[in-house]
């Protein structure tokens, strides 16, 4: 199983940013698809889900300013991010998962500032 996080980068506060996470080894329609986040000194909390349905799940600090979403004729998952602030800097991490089953990417940085 390989999940393969890309579209991190430097951008300044308002801005917008689109992370990508390309799946591979894993049959991707049936996994439940996620971002988390980790910033310095803090521990990894949950971003976004998306069901194999298509339910998406939200943390209260994102809602309405990010958009994740799935292709999966492409293996991808995405996570649209608007109205960024500096307290979203962090490494963002994709995660699958199907039952008790669930692989981890190797995180994308993104950092908000001016």
């Known amino acids: 199983v390989q999940l393969q996080a890309s579209g991190g980068g430097l951008v300044q506060p308002g801005g917008s940013l689109r992370l990508s996470c390309a799946a591979s080894?894993?049959?991707?329609?049936?996994?439940?698809m996620g971002w988390y986040r980790q910033a310095p000194g803090k521990e990894r909390e949950l971003v976004a889900t998306?069901?194999?349905?298509?339910?998406?799940n939200y943390a209260d600090s994102v809602k309405g300013r990010f958009t994740i979403s799935r292709d999966n004729g492409k293996r991808t998952v995405y996570l649209q991010m608007n109205s960024l602030k500096p307290e979203d800097t962090a490494v963002y991490y994709c995660?699958?998962?199907?039952?008790?089953?669930?692989?981890w990417g190797q995180g994308t940085l993104v950092t908000v500032s001016s």
């Open positions: 995660k699958r998962r199907y039952g008790r089953a669930e692989s």
């Open positions: 080894g894993i049959t991707f329609v049936n996994n439940e």
């Open positions: 998306i069901t194999s349905g298509g339910t998406k």
